[in-house]
């Protein structure tokens, strides 16, 4: 086998040393009734070319070369060809965890970087080196809230990714976290009657998204000092980071979490992506994941360590702040990459693009919702279902938005429209031809 | 390092000097010795309630956590905010300058339960 | 005498925020083909930002040079070994990052129509299939994220087969030498945990375990080979006596690579497992991530699965959502699709020959290493090694130098420290495992080195404990990283010294 950097020869010189005449006496320790004697039910070990083949093959029975108008939480962005360049380089990609500091300096800075630029992007003070994704960012900073706070009780608006909101629900439901759900109104937006009525004392945390699912911008100016007003923390996530580059942040959040797929993670069927937590300062220790800090090595010149490690699952082990181990450092790193590219002025001169082509789009169909939005958006599809659509899209290569009806009932004739500086004029224009002006 | 006479400890490495119905706690000599230099010192609010035996708050190193456990019940009074800005006086000063809370006895008498300065210093091995 | 390394000057790096300058530009947009809408009027003045205060301007090849010369600071496997116990840090196959890049694949969007999504369904099936062959179980899901991710929703779908009998019970039992994630997943799904004790030989003690089996346990999570890297040799006991009192056992598959095609935990009565395919299946750990936590259950789970499932409907695929006794969702979507990409092609390139040959060259790799070190190390338990060896650091504690001490020494002689104080039942522990993919001579290198090492533990202790000495990077302060904690840069930050 071509990884294996052993002749025969130096086997038996190995075996030799050891004081063993054949490999199979490294496991005959192994009980006769644990031992797998048969072969494997696998194929044989193939070549490169037919490895890069089958990958190929797979690739053409799936959608290539279409125009897409997907968003919902997984955004179509260019990636700068930079990004690739730094990733591939054997010392970033086949690193380890920066556990030794001496020998990791590299994977440090640059993580230590990021938490910076996430701080920046995000108004908060504080943030972590990463979350497997925003999907299970947002338990962990329920969980945070329920530390913090010492109630129980989470609320989550609707208008949150509804795949978020599953994963919240299945890792709080045997922690004693009781989720309740808030309604949204008739502009798409929290029901802020209907916060006001959920509110309690017990309430942790508040969850809100800005930009919501919906596309649409939430006023956290109304709704932050309603949660205050109970002591509850307000939990602001994000899904489309692009937004950041333009939108005010979410400065009155106790902790933001976010997805930052959108900074040169490939889509990739739904992962690997890079979540983010970040919150203000005086609620540092009680963030999970790995936490990167500057500090001085023997000969007094700045380095960067992993620090505050008594959270963690290794030290803590049943009283960790998570079970978290692995953060997403090699995407963390794509995403760094992305922002140092696009720097100050090129992420908002990217913002302004993607608001430009989704209002566009915007104009020449009908939103469903009167609000401010990002780049996605919600609307009916009059006269035909969203499948239908979707299918006649197809035919021209074409990816149209996601179907609502599967996660809103209410819904159901609507689909989530998302456009970005990757979608060009005239697919938004045959977009608006299917759609039809009823 | 000699463990003064007027204290009781405990096995988990705490001790308590009782003055009346007041108790001042802290984390003796051996223990912060054995966890190596302090960074953190998480310790619960004035007003709190403890339990003798029971953990009331923890001490950490760069690479280990130790919980506190209480020699003594009571009612929290004071906590040694020092302690939050210098965690390093535990490595210095743990019998003195270092003290983590200062309690209102519920039950007095169990200190008659604890060890002398004696007895804790031959459980160390010292 | 250190024969791996030799000095080499490196470059100094600020950090991008101190090279940034006004009005640097590292990108270009194509023009717009659309109006331009202006964003205050669109969104309402208060949604507007002026600026993100402080956020770096920097050109494209000062961005590259930059990542260049951090990179230039780190130790990588592509350099040398890593003998990381229980980290399994092999080769990183590049074909593996071709093929994840591939258009149609990476492009893909989890939400686009299932019959646009057929190859990246059938990828995933393939890979469920080959790795349920490989642990000899019934099905698996690849939706968690990572490995601690695939704990918790093993322990996760026990707990609901436990309910749907009935009782979910109260306690999960962990070996006390278990990696922190084990006992840190039970409290998340609402157990508490009570520790099993090793016996002399390293392993679970049998007895211990049957007294504390009781029917308030609703399971034992058990790391086989353990995490001294030695095989529970009774674990058919382990899992009967589990079993028998109504439990069910799950496995942290991180030591798999002592496994795969030589012993199936389906086959020796394992529920339910994780494999971490980042350590196993060879995808890269690019710093500390991105990993995947696939997750192989027996019969008795598979209705517990995450949601959805792949089924088959004539000639496609589609994702079923309909499991009424799944645990639900543990990830948006699907799971780390790229990293699948990797383990398929691991597993394709290795075939069922290549995958057992390469657990066989673990073995003989660990085992050589074994008695190479042992006049020299004190083996932490005489049991026949696996993939992995454990020694303590008894023999130089008497001369006042620890496991930590010998770690950064080695790193000297151009190596990166195996695991350091872990497994927690060995008093300053040193776990080694060197992997298949590591060739004779390099493992001859690090053999001399921690034999020359001890060697200086006799002779020069003081420059094993201040060690190390050639690094770039000295000893770095991490108690004032602790104690004043500094996580981000800020303009008017003090902490920067000269010569970075």
Redesign the interface.
Known sequence: MRYLPKSDFERREMLATIGLRSADELIAHLPADVRFDKRLNLKEGVSEFEIVDYFKQRAASNANGYASFLGAGVYNHYRPVIVDAVVSRGEFLTSYTPYQAEISQGTLTSIFEFQTMVCQLTGMDVANASMYDGSSAVPEAAMMAVRITKRDKVLVARTVHPEYREVLKTSTQHQGIPVEELAYTKTGRLDLDDLKKKLSDQVAAVIVQTPNFFGLLEELKEIAPLVRSKGALLIVAFTEAVALGLMEPPREADIVVGELQSFAISPSYGGPYVGIIAAREQYIRQLPGRLVGETTDAAGHRAFCLTLATREQHIRREKATSNICTNQALLALMATVFMSIYGKEGLRELAEQNLAKAHYLAGKVTPEFDGPFFNEFVARTNGKSPDQVNAELAEKKIIGGLPLGRFYPELKGAMLLCATEMNKREDMDTVATVFGKH | MTYPENFKYTKEHEWVLVEGEAGTIGITDHAQSELGDIVFVDLPKPGATITKGQTFGSVESVKAVSDIYSPVSGEVTEINDKLSTAPETLNSDPHGAAWLVKVKLANPAEINELLAAADYQKYIGG | MIKKVSRHIVQN?P???EQ?SP?????Q??A??????D?EQ???K????S????????S?FE??R???R??????????GL?P?GS?T?K???R?N?????????????????E??????M??VATLES?LA??T?MDAVTLQP?????G??TGI?MI?AALEARGNPRKKILVPDSA???N????????Y??ENIKSNERGMVDVEALAKSMTDDVAGLMITNPNTVGV?E?N??KICGVMHDKGGLVYMDGANMNAL?????PG??GIDVMHLNL?KTFST?????????GAVACAKVLTPFL?SPRLKRDGNLWRWNYDLPQS?????????????L?RAL?Y????????????T??A???A??L???LEPHYEIAYK??SMHECVFSDDRQSAKGVRTGDI??RL?DYGF??YTV??PLIVHGSLMIEPT?????KELDLFADALISIAKEVEETPELVKTA?HS?????????????K?????KPE?T??????
Not at chain 3, 436 to 440: D, I, L, N, Q, S
Request: glycine share 10%.
């Open positions: 790096e950090l991008l925020f940034s009005g640097k530009k590292g990108y947009l194509p717009l083909d659309v109006p331009p809408v964003a669109a969104l309402g208060g949604h507007v930002r600026e993100i205060e402080d956020f770096p301007e920097v494209e961005t590259l930059h990542f260049t951090l990179s230039t600071w780190n130790y990588a496997i592509d350099l890593y990381l980290c840090m080769y990183n196959p074909v990052e071709l093929v994840a890049r591939t258009e149609g694949l990476a492009w893909a969007h989890p939400y686009q129509s019959e646009l999504s057929q190859g990246c059938e990828i080959a062959e490989i000899g994220a990572a490995g601690a991710h704990e918790f996760l707990r990696h922190g994630t006992p840190a997943t039970a409290m998340m799904v609402g508490t945990v095989f040799e674990i058919r795969v095609g030589i012993a199936r086959d020796f980042h890269p750990h690019g710093g500390g991530g991105p990993g995947a995450p645990v639900g969702r543990v990830k948006a979507f699907y799971g780390n699709f790229g990293v990409v092609a597993i394709m390139a290795h075939g069922s020959n290549g995958l057992r040959q390469a066989m060259d073995l003989l790799n085992n050589y074994r008695t190479l049991a026949p770690a950064k790193i990166h420290p104080s872990f298949e993919t590591e060739g004779k190390p690094t770039r990077t000295p000893r770095v302060d991490e108690v004032t990283a602790a104690r904690p500094i996580v981000r840069w930050s902490a920067s010294k000269a010569a970075d």
